[in-house]
């Protein structure tokens, strides 16, 4: 072991000098023991040394590096992290290890940077691989792959290298130019929504992330970021105090931790130094107070690793988005098709000689036509039919569909709800099952005294204690507020009590002091507390013996499980203070009452009390654990229980009636599941629901072969005594049963079933940082009523979204019929690549975030969910739109081909007129698509005022292109009685779209041949 030695001697000197240079000689032997104990620690692998240290000076600066090997930095991490006793045991005990790291427990690390520098270079940073922030150009290129926009770049180069041709560079560029422009559009606008969702979120988590903390160093407590602590950190814990770090239990009382974050298991775990030393990052302590010694950070710790390997994406495409690439690839190919049929037939009309130019000569006679006019017909032919495929196309799509994204998760946000991910927004509207969890979410995670019991009699009415003799209401303030780890504090009688302590703590302490008026103030001052009994889950129960101050007499307080307690009273209190002895009778009564609380998933917790006798005194005072079964009379029994939110039973009966299904996945046992999914809604109240399988507990869900659980997963209502894995296994379930799913979370166990799920839903209070990175929305308020408000955004986004695809393609139908049509009869169309890209993209735009803005109704939460194999555009949609496309067609072909002669106008005129025409339809049939079936269409319109507002700068618009940009629009000035006409054509929309509607529809499929729509 020489070496070993020489290392040890350099160590020991160095630390003794270091200490000596610093004025601190009281410090050698800590320094030297430390060294010492570098070496005593157990050997292994042909060496010893677990974590072995080095001083070296640098003039007179001193700078500590702590050397390791990785082994054995390792053996540490993988130690806490899979709670090994055998290696703690091996190791020694937390006192050593606090050595080997240079901690002292009892003051901390030196509060140096130079230190702290040094140990996060060698340990690593308290902080996790978390993917980058998408750039914008991200964004950019994630647009770019649509299949609309790749079908509308073809059409650009095509239509303008065609247009140069033809017209030359200072005209030509108009059609393709115009579509690029459109693309453009479409990128940047989708880009910068997407973008700044990004950006919106980042900032929200820098801010939730950076958590303070309090710290030991150098003896003084005082608060850093949670980033900044690094191995080797005393941590102090309090109550509610997030674990920052995995690490080891140094010192404290009472600390119990709750783990369900991280293990999914709801006990909590009491924390000592030789059984259960283990603290890991992000689990939460929920009683006691204590201090904590960091071994390991960041990525070297359980959560880091969850944080880290929760940051992909998802490459799954929402509902929504396979239905939209769907609809767009059968629009293309429907384009494409006539396009082609189009090319064909006008080239054969052209080279067979059936078409004449403007003299009224054959524009092809065989080899008399030269190539020239030849190659400029073929242009001109095949310009036409990327006109068709423009027109096909809906270039407004997307950028309608973003825009009514965009607009819907900003109101959703006044709703509580964040959305992180806009396609989130439709993708709940289509939602068939919702999974929640119970804790937070239905319930208020707040425990609060239900029911009191004093001997046989139930105290209901409000204020009713006042009416309980004073005797007894001492005795109840004293066991209460005498017996217990909580704390109430009230800075002035003005300001509002602080309570603070475990659930249970807090619940009987803040029933104390509404209902009995408690002050622990006073209390203390008047009575001296002799000796304590902790609470523990063996005893199931705490006791207390004090001393009256003003007459000096003893008294003897228990508090515990209901059961516990009654077995150890004689006797019991009634309302007026009069004690009575506890008969077989009376005691079977109070058993049967304690057997309906705990049925009702109420924690029942009884309070017994006897006063100590002066013959008793006499021979000492007896600890509280000194307890005979006859000698207690009881005081009382209270009801615990996490009450429901308000008004979540009225929520999950919306998500019924709306046809959605609600399964409560939780970690409790199987009675409070059941009770608190009955007082919910979720359950039917019937006894025999377990028999029907509809309450069941995951080790049995889990059990069952694939085959048995997809068919028995629609039945499960209730899941008991879960795990992260069978949440996660219920998720997938249903969706290869064909469900959309929604799952609610706000744990780190929970993030697996979040990312799985079609939408993931986080709580926002509660919720951990892993389970928001893994969502889509954020709900801001924790409540299951924001759950069902985004379900009713989410079919309204779906149902808006629906109105203008209706309103779109009742455009493009009829524009591509009339161009089909004129194209094949006459050679030409009269609808040219700007118009329909005006009326395509910038009134279509306009007209989608005027539909957008048709807030949720309740009708909405009426119908059954639309899944995820129902088509996108419905039979009532195919109704409407075509009847809007039929009379849209007749009229524009009626002014192609006999326009001129009917009114007596020339051909300019009349193009313009068709162009005029088509676009006012297109505005008044806005209108109609405002209800998909209901007959008023104009309820409501004047609350609308957005709506209204795009209609008239739409109106304002069209003007502009027929009046002002003619060279551009290719159209002329019309007069008076011209625009009358094109408005008294259009508004015949409305009367149309009013009685189509009296046309039924079937339920069976309607237009087969659409339906893959």
Known sequence: MGKYESTYHESLLLNINIARRRWRFAFAAIYSIRAMLSLAVTKRNGHYNLLHFQNLEEDDSYVEQIVCTKDDQKKLIEMVKNKDKEVYRELGDVATIAACLRTNPENGIEDNSDVVNERRRLFGSNTYHKRPPKSFFYFVVEAFKDTTILILLVCAALALGFG??????????????????????????????NFRQEVQFEKLSKISNNIKVEVLREGRRIQVSIFNIVVGDVVVLKLGDQIPADGLFLTGHSLQVDESSMTGESDHVELNRTENPFLLSGTKVVDGHGQMLVTSVGMDTAWGEMMSSISRDSEEQTPLQVRLNKLTTSIGKVGLSVALLVLVVMLARYFTGNTKDDFGNREYNGRKTDIDDVLNAVIRIVAAAVTIVVVAIPEGLPLAVTLTLAYSMKRMMADQAMVRKLSACETMGSATVICTDKTGTLTLNQMKVTKFWLGQEFIEEENSTNTIAEAVHELINQGVGLNTTGSVYRPSPESKTEISGNPTEKAILSWAVTEFGMDMEKLKKSYAILHVETFNSEKKRSGVVVRKLTDNTIHQHWKGAAEMILSMCSS???????TYPLDIETRRKLENIIQGMAASSLRCIAFAHRQISKDEEENGIPNASNTKKDDYTLMGIVGIKDPCRPGVKKA?????????????ITGDNIFTAKAIATECGILDFDHNTASKGEVIEGSEFRNYSNEERLRRVDQIKVMARSTPFDKLLMVQCLKQKGHVVAVTGDGTNDAPALKEADIGLSMGIEGTEVAKESSDIVILDDNFNTVATVLRWGRCVYNNIQKFIQFQLTVNVAALTINFIAAVSAGEVPLTAVQLLWVNLIMDTLGALALATERPNDELMHKPPVGRTEPLITNIMWRNLLAQALYQIAILLIFQFQGSNIFNISEAVNDTLIFNTFVLCQIFNEFNSRKLEKLNVFEGILKNHLFLGIVGVTVILQVVMVEFLKKFANTV??????????IAIAAISWPIGWIVKFLPVSDKPFLNYFKWF
């Open 973 to 982: 000035n019309l007069n008076g009685w011209q625009w009358g006409l094109c």
């Open 164 to 193: 140069i041709k033809e017209h030359g560079v200072k005209e030509g560029w108009y059609e393709g130019g115009s579509i690029f422009v459109a693309v453009a559009l479409v990128v940047v606008v989708s880009a910068i929504s």
């Open 572 to 578: 019991y209190f009634e309302r007026n203070g009069t």
């Open 652 to 664: 999950v009966e919306t998500c019924k009636s709306a046809g959605v299904s609600i399964k409560m």
